[in-house]
């Protein structure tokens, strides 16, 4: 299950469900594609820094919030994701995560165990299907209990 969480609201703003030999950064253009609104950024682990990935966010108007991966080369001149990868080359991705808002992304792994916590994690229906259908319906009652009131932290 993939989630894109709005980082201000906490809703989960679209989800799309792939079998296990899908990988993450194939999925983001299934996720970002039906959304309407307007998308300022996008936060996502080390498995979405890839061309494909970057080319989408692009399209969309989207500012990635990636780090690159261990070993990244750098894209061609004048990339954005360029800086990203000389603060991995330079030790300084942890400043480059936070100067760059990538810590939001906690928001969304969130939201995935807040998922888990709340269903149980586990799925009743045996159809993939009808297991796509019973994973929106989720969302979308998570949802609405978040539009209901979110738990207020002192």
């Avoid at 679209?14 to 609104?37: K, Y």
């Avoid at 682990?45 to 990636?66: F, N, R, S, V, W």
């Amino acid at each position: 299950m993939h989630l894109a969480v709005d980082v201000d609201t906490h809703e989960t703003i679209s989800a799309e469900v792939s079998l296990v030999n899908v990988g993450d950064s194939e999925v983001l253009p299934t996720l970002l594609n039906p959304l309407r609104r307007k998308v300022h950024a996008v936060s996502g682990d080390g498995a979405y820094d890839t061309k494909h990935c970057h080319e989408t966010l692009k399209k969309k108007g989207c500012t990635p919030l990636i780090p690159p991966r261990k070993n990244a080369a750098l894209w061609e001149e004048s990339h954005p994701r360029n800086e990203a990868v000389n603060a991995l080359k330079n030790g300084k991705i942890a400043e480059w995560k936070v100067q760059s808002g990538y810590h939001d992304r906690s928001i969304s792994e969130t939201a995935m165990s807040r998922y888990k916590g709340l269903t149980s994690g586990k799925l009743s229906l045996r159809c993939y299907n009808a297991q796509v259908g019973e994973i929106m319906e989720n969302v979308k009652a998570i949802n609405k209990v978040i539009t209901i009131g979110m738990p207020v932290r002192s």
